[in-house]
């Protein structure tokens, strides 16, 4: 049996749905987190979905993720574009890292354009709204078939 799949997700991700929703839609982080689960079952891939807002508990996770997962699928959300904590954590485990954005990052404004952790990521999917979660599963699998 594989090890999971971590899917990580930063601050105010918990409030989709409601935020924002002309860029980030109407769907909920729980919607997501079952069209993962949906994904991950037809590739028989586990699925480990998680939301934090503080950047310190994501570093923990990804840490753990070092040694318990197959793979990270990342929306660190707004940290994406400041911290340095998260690109240090990514860089330092030897699983593919998905960089996830719901949004086209690059079409906004020009605060989010740069982000830390696409240097160091093996693929990034931005723009496709909850679809990115399951792309970037499916690139997952396709990478655990063909290391
Ligand atoms: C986001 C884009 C970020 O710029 C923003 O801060 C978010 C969400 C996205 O999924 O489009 O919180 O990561």
Redesign the pocket.
């Known amino acids: 049996m594989t090890r999971p799949v971590f899917i990580l997700n930063?601050?105010?991700?918990n409030l989709l749905g409601q935020r924002e929703p002309e860029i980030?839609g109407h769907d909920t982080l729980a919607d997501i987190e079952n069209l993962c689960r949906e994904t991950g079952k037809k590739l028989n891939l586990e699925v480990e979905f998680r939301q934090s807002n503080h950047e310190g508990v994501l570093v923990d996770w990804i840490q753990e993720a070092g040694s318990g997962s197959a793979a990270v699928i990342i929306?660190?959300?707004?940290l994406?574009?400041t911290s340095i904590a998260i690109m240090d954590a990514l860089k330092a485990i030897p699983v593919p890292i998905i960089e996830?954005?719901?949004?086209n990052?690059f079409a906004?404004e020009e605060f989010?354009h740069h982000s830390y952790i696409s240097p160091i990521a093996t693929g990034i999917i931005?723009g496709f709204g909850p679809k990115g979660y399951q792309l970037g599963i499916e690139a997952v699998y396709e990478s655990l078939k063909r290391p």
């Open positions: 930063g601050p105010n991700l980030y929306n660190a959300g707004a994406s574009h996830v954005h719901l949004s990052i906004r989010r931005c």
